[in-house]
């Protein structure tokens, strides 16, 4: 059996974990509208603190509203006016990754799933998980095997287990058509 990497739980987390996108500014009162990044809207109490990720300035959340999917309404004792809180448009709000929210079961960080190494269900090794692109419908992991790409969906259907201890992913692969 070939040598591996060390797992991908091994793998330094980044810096800074990106919690939401700032829309736009909404209304008159220093409130910028966002869209969670997971997790819910109870994240987003008054008190934390964010850090907004162009300029690391720390932003106390005094106050926050949800709306509709996923966005929600925030406001910040650093930036109480609609002209300063609008330096934050297009950016993101993140948190240390010792401040990130509690994982459920069957749920992962995008960095921890980066070079995972990929195994059909019978245990043929397929590549290392190279990136993880967002799609309307699920995320898709995406295997390098050489200069060969393949992407599955991440659903249950396709990536039936995910190992970080052992920096494994289990998938089900489907056989490739002929690219003659």
């Known amino acids: 059996m070939p040598e591996r990497d060390p797992p991908a739980s091994t793998v330094t987390p980044p810096a800074l974990l990106r919690v939401a996108h700032v829309r736009r500014v909404h209304g008159v009162r220093g409130e910028v509208r966002v869209q969670r990044l997971g997790g819910d809207s109870g994240r987003f109490a008054a008190g934390t603190v964010l ?14 509203r949800p709306l509709d999917g996923d966005d929600m309404l925030l406001a910040f004792a650093e930036l109480p006016t609609r002209e300063e809180v609008a330096t934050l448009h297009g950016n993101y709000l993140c948190v240390a990754p010792s401040q990130a929210r509690p994982l459920g079961e069957d ?7 980066i070079g995972l190494h990929a195994v059909g269900d019978d245990g043929e090794a397929l590549g290392v998980v190279h990136d993880v692109e967002e799609q309307p419908s699920s995320d898709v992991i995406v ?3 050489g200069t060969v790409e393949r ?7 396709w990536v039936r287990r995910v190992d970080l201890a052992e920096g494994v992913v289990v998938v089900t692969p489907w056989p490739e058509a002929d690219e003659s």
């Open 143 to 145: 295997v390098r095997d």
């Open 107 to 113: 749920e992962w960080f995008v960095w921890q799933l």
């Open 151 to 157: 992407r599955y969906p991440l659903v249950r259907e």
């Open 51 to 64: 850090l907004d990720e162009r300029d690391h300035r720390s932003l106390t959340i005094t106050s926050s």
